[in-house]
């Protein structure tokens, strides 16, 4: 499975989710949605906003997670 | 001018018809049931079918008020612009398994009355078109919550 390490990468930037939220031009809710790991995709120019916003790679955000070795 | 809205308080006031229909038929259902009895069944010189339609009747009349009264409330989620919501496919389960149980009951009758298998067919159809229509549903409610969450 994908893991989003939104807010890891948010408290290592010290980013608020408002602040971000207002950056990359979505709603906080759809922010919120996403950092929670309830979304079920993501756009591919919501992802440049972030990493843009970050200043990081796409692999700091999403994380892939065998399912089978997840212990 | 004609639009969605008045297109469903029509379908709203035809259902509230349909019910009003039924208790009337539930309180007058002997009456009608013996007269069709006296003037078609005994003039053709065939038994009494007066009890088996009697019951028949009645036991319909639990499956097409839950039919209704889900239909109604469909009706009122799509009047809520919520037409895609998991709890719309309940209620065209629950209509489509009236649609069977409705079958089911005719059965009944229709092994008195060879006639009656045309309702049996009828309610088996409508009960089919409807599960079909569930299966849309189901499907649209998946693609609207993956657009939902698609960020």
């Known amino acids: ?71 | 001018m004609w639009n969605k809205d008045k297109s469903i308080v029509l379908s709203k006031i035809l259902i509230v018809i349909m019910v009003l229909g039924i208790i009337a038929s539930c309180i007058f259902a002997p009456q009608i049931v013996r007269e069709y009895d006296n003037r078609v069944i005994l003039e053709a010189g065939l038994p009494s079918v007066f009890t088996p339609l009697l019951v028949t009747l009645y036991c319909c009349v639990p499956p097409a008020l839950t039919a209704l009264i889900s239909l109604y409330m469909l009706l009122i989620n799509i009047q809520q612009n919520k037409p895609f919501i998991k709890v719309n496919i309940v209620y065209l389960r629950i209509i489509s398994y009236c649609c069977f149980a409705g079958a089911v009951i005719f059965v009944y009758f229709a092994i008195l009355r060879p006639f009656a298998w045309v309702i049996v067919a009828a309610a088996l159809f409508f009960g089919i078109i409807l599960r079909v229509v569930k299966n849309c549903f189901q499907q649209a409610v998946a693609i609207r919550e993956e657009n939902d969450f698609t960020i």
């Open chain 1, 1 to 71: 499975m994908i893991i989003v390490n939104l807010d890891v990468m948010m408290a290592k930037r010290k980013i608020s989710s408002n602040e971000l939220a207002e950056i990359i031009d979505i709603t906080p809710a759809n922010l919120s949605i996403l950092k929670t790991g309830k979304a079920k995709a993501i756009r591919f120019s919501t992802l440049e906003k972030l990493c843009a916003a970050l200043k990081c790679q796409p692999g700091d955000i999403l994380e892939f997670v065998d399912d089978d070795n997840k212990e």
